[in-house]
């Protein structure tokens, strides 16, 4: 197995831009998520998918949309992208087998928004 | 809001020495947390878990306590060696049907050779 995978690995956008994340698990998990990890700071969580076709907000979710087609990906679009949004972005998923599953995460996607 | 958080954002630690890192949380709701290691340009390793029922988990060199009193969650590390120095990462999970995890700030965990 891949576990999780996150492209691209870095990217650099101007302000307005538009871009997607991709991330990808192949464990077949039906929740997944995305957090973002500003400098010295924890993981916040931005959207997440408790199943395909099934979304919903998480901490921060102003300037991004998600959608969950299939079971495998789940994308994190940034409509207009804004300085704010510089950051490390990562990709979650895990089981839904009980509560307190533990959750894998990507390598990360590091944004630099000019 | 209700969040996780730790008390000290760097730890210096002697290699072979036993390593502490301290969370509090303030959600008497949680009923799950996770110990995640996070190493520069990785995300976020799982470490050790333990729920609400437990107040003490063992894992390889690592321990988890729990105390649900007064909101406290300790990792323990023990031999602390070079490998482990990263940024400790405490979560809670609340209780809820989503799975959302709720992250801490982070403590930096220096070993010195």
């Known amino acids: 197995n891949a576990g999780v995978t996150q492209t691209p690995k870095f990217q650099v956008l101007k302000t307005g831009q538009s871009m997607t994340l991709q991330c990808a698990q192949d464990?077949?998990?039906?929740?997944m998520s995305w957090y973002r990890q500003d400098p010295g700071m924890g993981l916040r969580l931005i959207h997440y998918?408790?199943?395909?076709?099934?979304?919903d907000q998480g901490e921060v979710p102003n300037g991004y949309n998600v959608s969950r087609s299939t079971t495998e990906d789940f994308p994190l679009r940034l409509l207009s992208a804004a300085p704010s949004q510089t950051s490390v972005y990562f990709c979650a998923s895990s089981s839904m087998r009980g509560a307190g599953e533990t959750q894998y995460f990507g390598p990360g996607t590091r944004l630099l928004v000019l | 809001g209700e969040s996780v958080g730790l008390h000290l954002p760097t730890l210096s630690v002697q290699e072979g020495d036993n390593s502490i890192i301290n969370c509090a949380y303030s959600?008497?709701?949680?009923?799950?947390f996770i110990w995640y290691k996070q190493e520069s340009g990785k995300g976020p390793q799982f470490i050790i878990d333990i729920r609400s029922n437990m107040d003490k988990r063992q894992g390889q060199r690592v321990t988890v306590l729990l105390n649900k009193t007064v909101k406290h969650l300790s990792l323990q590390i023990a031999a602390t060696q070079p490998g482990d120095s990263a940024v400790y990462f405490c979560?809670?999970?609340?209780?809820?049907?989503?799975?959302?995890?709720?992250f801490g700030s982070g403590t930096r965990l220096l070993v010195r050779p």
């Open positions: 979560a809670e999970n609340l209780m809820d049907s989503s799975y959302k995890l709720i």
């Open positions: 959600n008497s709701a949680s009923d799950y």
């Open positions: 998918s408790v199943g395909a076709g099934i979304t």
């Open positions: 464990m077949n998990h039906e929740y």
